[in-house]
């Protein structure tokens, strides 16, 4: 039975609830979840509470926030308590980070202490950092275990820990001195010492660290888990690569929006109300806007040459456009082999001359193309297409290299480098384009 | 002793041998793979062969592929089989894709029968295709096995299996009909038949379906592993989540690319020529100059009104640029949410109102601040304002509604929205933009 039968049947109400529970005891939690988002009010709550006890914490994790909300607020304390102490301490704290204050505060009476101590401790951490996507659940062991207790230790914690195919190897004052995985453990003889097989050699975050570094570092490294540590190399937790999943889809999305000029949305697009739309889309709006002013102002400067000869008016769109883009695509290519780590500070006189170099190849071409297209759609004036011609040329070698430098410079100075993009490059190429269209006419053309 | 202190000992040959074996059998094979990148042809070689045995091909899988080519060049036949034989199927495949013809042939010839089989058959399945990332080495169990006999298989062939978390149980005719994970094997008693505690709800993917749809499910479902069967349900392979990472990160920088309207590049940034680059960015570039005609066309016929009022002219760029900027922040947040799957199809109409109404809303604020600048930068000419700041709210108003039905409208004719995003919305939204401007201008100042 697939789930929009299962739906129809909640729905309806036209099934009794032992078949309903053996339906659900069989499905994916994940897809279980799903259908929440789909009920009213009432049949949430009723949903629910038929679920198997056993699932329920876990299904409750891939609930929408919305549903949560609703769910939590209509349980009992003693039920809060349940599912709270179920849920791993990462999910605990991505849910308690979005409820209003009197829904945390009924969440942190109702949970163990134990859970209290570490919901509280997560959700210090500032957001992005390793500390904030980590969990306290992890199997821990000692150098001198053997292989034969890890594993009783396995089967006596595991179920719930986040992971177990990770352990690791901590000293008595709770220093990290290694890690062993569980094929390791599978693979070796229950008599081996840990301290013996365990690999020294580990990838650990501090938990100040920057979460899109550590993604990069899962990538690199092809990692399931990396341990975090405190400042005194202490372990206090660790990150799994299914929210590492999350991060590399979210900071995606960041840079992508940052490079349209957007303020990144803390919500998905059809969540966020029309208001937080504007308000995300206002800002680089209104800068571009104002900013336009300087164009304005250069073409004013030059409104008697173009009085006089106004088809010069017609090719300022190409040129800004054909420069804008020339300009984006640089500083896109070089904004986002920075992120993924493919191009370094070190690399930037290679990298602008490269782009200077691609800009002249891109001007000849382009430039050939226009200056046909000008001369016989311009009664053949061949003054007017080298005046045309050699400004796009100028033009699109400009962008290119504005393009380049402007996202090395800031990251230089720590500024994100794509949200450079967009608004400061459009303002820099529309601007500069000009007084090269004009300066050449003039020259060319005697204005 | 870090990477860096290693590669200068290697460099200055200072080091006996049997020292930097065990340096090197300390080292992450990720790091060593590294240092491969710093050293010249013959250091090369001469370090490949005095790795350990027994990391030699993980390493090998890490170096990137000018080297490897260099390192497989120099090897005898024997050497070559014996690194092949231990690579996982996968990472060949991604080797033996990018190497010329006769070093494919050199290397099909010197694996084994076994292994040449199954690299010739991922080899078949399309780019982008789940059979194309997937790998052929896995953990198949019985229904009818004990939890002791799957423990049992893995001991034995586990170590050449690049996952052991994850087991799938098939019938005799290799149909897949569960799973189970290494963590209920683990927490399960030695008694347990494998096919009373498996999971038959299994996600699981064709050959032929698309990597992003299964990075999707991967998200989705916060998966370690997918099982990959052909047509007839048959288990052939698996994708494990350290490939869907690397595919979550090439999937969005091609669409950032696409969407700053470039040819997404095969290859990094620094690794592709200048002539290629010049040629990912032409095409788009092209369409983009030749398109400008249509905004030149419509600038001409609106001359005789810009030549009696020259500063009408001034405006143009600050219309033409944020009427750019509103239509693109639209189209990018509806292209990302349908690229993460947020946004369906069925949202259309709810997505289109919802950006019309952020239009507005954007168009108001922004009018009101333009309607300010323009009556005292233009001696209080309030007619001139009127037009300058009705013309700014319709473009914006449109530029959003085009940019958010532009996507939603590729997807539909199976377009890849991202690449509607730049060109055909700049277009479109400067030459219409250019037409309110003029209508506009025509009724409010009678030209």
Same mark, same amino acid.
């Given at each position: 039975?697939?789930?929009?039968?299962?739906?129809?049947?909640?729905?309806?109400?036209?099934?009794?609830?032992?078949?309903?529970?053996?339906?659900?005891?069989?499905?994916?939690?994940?897809?279980?979840?799903?259908?929440?988002?789909?009920?009213?009010?009432?049949?949430?709550?009723?949903?629910?509470?038929?679920?198997?006890?056993?699932?329920?914490?876990?299904?409750?994790?891939?609930?929408?926030?919305?549903?949560?909300?609703?769910?939590?607020? &209509?349980?009992?304390?003693?039920?809060?308590?349940?599912?709270?102490?179920?849920?791993?301490?990462?999910?605990?704290?991505?849910?308690?980070?979005?409820?209003?204050?009197?829904?945390?505060?009924?969440?942190?009476?109702?949970?163990? &202490?134990?859970?209290?101590?570490?919901?509280?401790?997560?959700?210090?951490?500032?957001?992005?950092?390793?500390?904030?996507?980590?969990?306290?659940?992890?199997?821990?062991?000692?150098?001198?275990?053997?292989?034969?207790?890890?594993?009783?230790?396995?089967?006596?914690?595991?179920?719930?820990?986040?992971?177990?195919?990770?352990?690791?190897?901590?000293?008595?004052?709770?220093?990290?001195?290694?890690?062993?995985?569980?094929?390791?453990?599978?693979?070796?003889?229950?008599?081996?010492?840990?301290?013996?097989?365990?690999?020294?050699?580990?990838?650990?975050?501090?938990?100040?660290?920057?979460?899109?570094?550590?993604?990069?570092?899962?990538?690199?490294?092809?990692?399931?888990?990396?341990?975090?540590?405190?400042?005194?190399?202490?372990?206090?937790?660790?990150?799994?690569?299914?929210?590492?999943?999350?991060?590399?889809?979210?900071?995606?999305?960041?840079?992508?929006?940052?490079?349209?000029?957007?303020?990144?949305?803390?919500?998905?697009?059809?969540?966020?109300?029309?208001?937080?739309?504007?308000?995300?889309?206002?800002?680089?709006?209104?800068?571009?806007?104002?900013?336009?002013?300087?164009?304005?102002?250069?073409?004013?400067?030059?409104?008697?040459?173009?009085?006089?000869?106004?088809?010069?008016?017609?090719?300022?769109?190409?040129?800004?456009?054909?420069?804008?883009?020339?300009?984006?695509?640089?500083?896109?290519?070089?904004?986002?082999?920075?992120?993924?780590?493919?191009?370094?500070?070190?690399?930037?006189?290679?990298?602008?001359?490269?782009?200077?170099?691609?800009?002249?190849?891109?001007?000849?071409?382009?430039?050939?193309?226009?200056?046909?297209?000008?001369?016989?759609?311009?009664?053949?004036?061949?003054?007017?297409?080298?005046?045309?011609?050699?400004?796009?040329?100028?033009?699109?070698?400009?962008?290119?290299?504005?393009?380049?430098?402007?996202?090395?410079? &800031?990251?230089?100075?720590?500024?994100?480098?794509?949200?450079?993009?967009?608004?400061?490059?459009?303002?820099?190429?529309?601007?500069?384009?000009?007084?090269?269209?004009?300066?050449?006419?003039?020259?060319?053309?005697?204005?």
């Amino acid at each position: 039975m697939n789930k929009e039968e299962i739906l129809a049947l909640i729905i309806e109400s036209s099934m009794d609830i032992s078949k309903l529970k053996i339906l659900l005891s069989d499905m994916n939690t994940v897809d279980i979840a799903e259908i929440f988002e789909e009920l009213d009010r009432e049949k949430i709550i009723q949903l629910f509470r038929i679920l198997p006890k056993v699932i329920a914490s876990d299904v409750f994790s891939y609930i929408d926030i919305d549903h949560q909300q609703t769910i939590i607020e &209509a349980l009992s304390d003693n039920e809060i308590g349940e599912i709270m102490n179920k849920l791993f301490v990462d999910d605990a704290v991505d849910f308690i980070e979005e409820m209003p204050a009197n829904v945390v505060k009924r969440i942190l009476q109702n949970v163990k &202490a134990e859970k209290r101590k570490q919901i509280n401790q997560i959700l210090q951490y500032p957001d992005d950092s390793a500390g904030s996507i980590m969990t306290t659940e992890y199997i821990d062991l000692r150098e001198d275990d053997k292989v034969r207790e890890a594993f009783d230790t396995i089967r006596n914690i595991g179920l719930n820990k986040e992971t177990i195919y990770n352990c690791y190897v901590m000293r008595r004052d709770r220093l990290l001195v290694g890690a062993i995985s569980a094929k390791t453990l599978m693979l070796s003889r229950p008599q081996d010492r840990i301290g013996d097989i365990m690999d020294t050699n580990v990838v650990f975050a501090y938990t100040t660290d920057d979460r899109e570094a550590i993604a990069e570092q899962f990538q690199k490294y092809a990692l399931l888990a990396m341990p975090v540590v405190d400042k005194e190399q202490r372990l206090v937790g660790i990150i799994t690569v299914d929210d590492i999943v999350d991060v590399i889809v979210e900071e995606s999305t960041e840079d992508i929006e940052k490079m349209a000029a957007l303020v990144p949305s803390e919500d998905t697009y059809l969540k966020t109300s029309i208001f937080q739309h504007a308000k995300n889309r206002f800002v680089w709006m209104l800068i571009l806007m104002l900013s336009a002013t300087i164009t304005g102002t250069i073409i004013s400067t030059f409104e008697n040459g173009l009085t006089v000869l106004p088809i010069l008016m017609s090719f300022i769109p190409m040129l800004m456009n054909t420069g804008g883009i020339a300009g984006s695509q640089s500083s896109t290519l070089i904004v986002r082999g920075m992120a993924v780590g493919e191009i370094n500070l070190k690399d930037i006189l290679l990298v602008v001359w490269k782009e200077i170099r691609v800009g002249m190849l891109c001007g000849l071409a382009l430039g050939f193309v226009n200056f046909i297209r000008v001369y016989f759609m311009n009664n053949r004036d061949v003054k007017l297409c080298l005046t045309i011609t050699m400004s796009l040329f100028c033009t699109i070698l400009m962008a290119k290299t504005v393009g380049s430098i402007l996202p090395i410079f &800031a990251k230089r100075l720590k500024i994100d480098p794509a949200i450079m993009s967009a608004p400061l490059l459009t303002t820099i190429v529309d601007a500069v384009s000009l007084i090269i269209y004009f300066s050449i006419a003039k020259v060319v053309l005697g204005l």
